[in-house]
């Protein structure tokens, strides 16, 4: 299985500044074929689905905020919040689905500092 | 836009047989597959596998033991069954549009929490 690993566990920022959270897997998930990293990014708020929020590593999905913007290639990938607003306390997930079976990070929980 | 209504056995005593559906609404159900998703309480996500439009299917290693997705076309639903369930399999349980190499998991069911308990 490829591992995903999240840093930090847990993030306090103040209203308003940024907000990053970084994702390590322990395989590309790159397809050489399309040049797309298979990397998800989803944010989960209690008693609710996970959202997504972020596909192909950098591509917004639509609907969600401009202030959340996704980077990365390969094995290393960044989620970033450039303005943290209150309703962005969640627990933020990063996931491969690349090869089977996809799989998550342990989760970063943002919360206001 | 697609949306997932997904229900089942909320409440399971060990060795019992987990049955949950999903039926697809609102879109295409031909989009490339449509996975299982558990998360235990308090913790991680874990996927189960997925089904194609073709009936393939994927599992996860760690479950494929036990686990059968199967899908309906003609009603637009998919199924999962885990079977011999103990205390571990308790968690909430939700459809999720995509899978393997799909572009993305976009659209995912409201969960059905599932307790096995004695």
């Known amino acids: 299985d490829i591992v995903m690993t999240q840093s930090p566990d847990s993030l306090a920022v103040s209203l308003g500044e940024r907000a990053t959270i970084n994702c390590k897997s322990s395989?590309?998930?790159?397809?050489?074929?399309?040049?797309?990293?298979?990397l998800g990014w989803y944010q989960q708020k209690p008693g609710q689905p996970p959202k997504l929020l972020i596909y192909w590593a950098s591509t917004r999905e639509s609907g969600v905020p401009d202030r959340f913007s996704g980077s990365g290639s390969g094995t290393d990938f960044t989620l970033t919040i450039s303005s943290l607003q209150a309703e962005d306390v969640a627990v933020y997930y990063c996931?491969?689905?690349?090869?089977?079976?996809?799989?998550f990070g342990q989760g970063t929980k943002v919360e206001i500092k | 836009q697609v949306q997932l209504q997904q229900w089942g056995a909320g409440l399971l005593k060990p060795s019992e047989t987990l049955s949950l559906t999903c039926a697809v609404y609102?879109?295409?159900?031909?989009?490339?597959?449509w996975s299982w998703i558990r998360q235990p309480p308090g913790k991680g996500l874990e996927w189960i596998g997925e089904?194609?439009?073709?009936?393939?299917?994927n599992y996860n290693p760690s479950l494929k033991s036990r686990v059968t997705i199967s899908l309906d076309t003609s009603k637009n639903q998919f199924s999962l069954n885990l079977s011999s369930v103990t205390a571990a399999d308790t968690a909430v349980y939700y459809c999720?549009?995509?899978?393997?190499?799909?572009?993305?998991?976009?659209?995912w069911g409201k969960g059905t929490t599932v307790t096995v308990s004695s």
């Open positions: 996931q491969q689905y690349y090869s089977t079976p996809p799989t």
């Open positions: 609102g879109g295409s159900f031909t989009t490339n597959s």
């Open positions: 999720v549009s995509g899978g393997v190499g799909a572009t993305r998991m976009d659209v």
């Open positions: 089904i194609n439009l073709s009936g393939r299917t």
């Open positions: 395989r590309s998930v790159l397809y050489n074929s399309n040049n797309k990293s298979y």
